[in-house]
């Protein structure tokens, strides 16, 4: 069946403009989980929903990032006033059952670049 | 803050050798998942490994966990130019929110030289 999907591939904004990164899980995938991967670095958590829930939004940097996911399936990361240090692939994965217990399916990102 | 580390940090061999990476890592885990990931794109998902699992194997992936010594280990032996790549481990630990928190190293370059 077919994978992650996340769009768009590549956002350039401007320093202080909003951006929406979008999702489409796995079908069925009931968790889904958003990481943020800077240059050189391993991907690193940033919020995860069970179903419509944010069942731990622990990673999130500051109150610029939100993140939806209204009917349990596609999720949009909202990022406010956005910065040049936002700059970097957003990661978004899939699991089956999800709570951090089964395997995560990544999709290709998103590259952010703030100017 | 980063819970595995990968080492060597990065590795050259020739095709057909086999290369071996390892993961130590901090915290008490319910699981270990190694990646490849090219041109820091999407990550492809190897090996989960349970904590109360020793070895597991897929083709030519051999992956060996070691709870008392909190260290994993990724084999891949007759390796080819294909697989070329980033090589991260990453450990599932309790993140205090009622579920488990995947947290990345930063990696394993490993280039395999025709």
């Known amino acids: 069946g077919a994978g992650v999907s996340q769009t768009p591939s590549n956002k350039v904004t401007e320093k202080g403009k909003y951006v929406e990164l979008r999702c489409d899980p796995i079908s069925g995938h009931t968790a889904l989980y958003w990481y943020r991967q800077s240059l050189g670095q391993g991907p690193e958590f940033l919020i995860y929903?069970?179903?419509?829930?944010?069942?731990?939004d622990s990673g999130l940097p500051n109150d610029r990032f939100f993140a939806v996911r209204p009917e349990g399936s596609v999720s949009t990361l909202k990022i406010q006033r956005t910065e040049r240090g936002d700059s970097a692939v957003y990661l978004c994965?899939?699991?089956?059952?999800?709570?951090?217990?089964?395997?995560?399916?990544f999709g290709p990102g998103t590259r952010l670049t703030v100017l | 803050s980063q819970q595995g580390e990968e080492d060597p940090q990065a590795l050259s061999i020739q095709e057909g050798e086999n290369a071996t990476m390892n993961c130590s890592y901090k915290?008490?885990?319910?699981?270990l998942q190694w990646y490849r990931q090219n041109s820091g794109r999407g990550l492809v998902h190897l090996i989960l490994i349970r904590s109360n699992e020793r070895e597991k194997h897929s083709g030519r992936l051999r992956v060996t966990l070691d709870t008392s010594k909190k260290s994993s280990s990724l084999l891949i032996t007759a390796s080819r130019a294909a697989d070329t790549a980033s090589y991260f481990c990453a450990t599932a630990a309790y993140s205090g929110a009622g579920s488990y928190q995947l947290t990345f190293g930063k990696g394993t370059k490993l280039s395999v030289i025709p």
């Open positions: 994965a899939s699991s089956e059952q999800g709570w951090g217990t089964d395997t995560q399916y």
């Open positions: 915290t008490s885990i319910n699981n």
């Open positions: 929903f069970q179903g419509t829930g944010a069942a731990d």
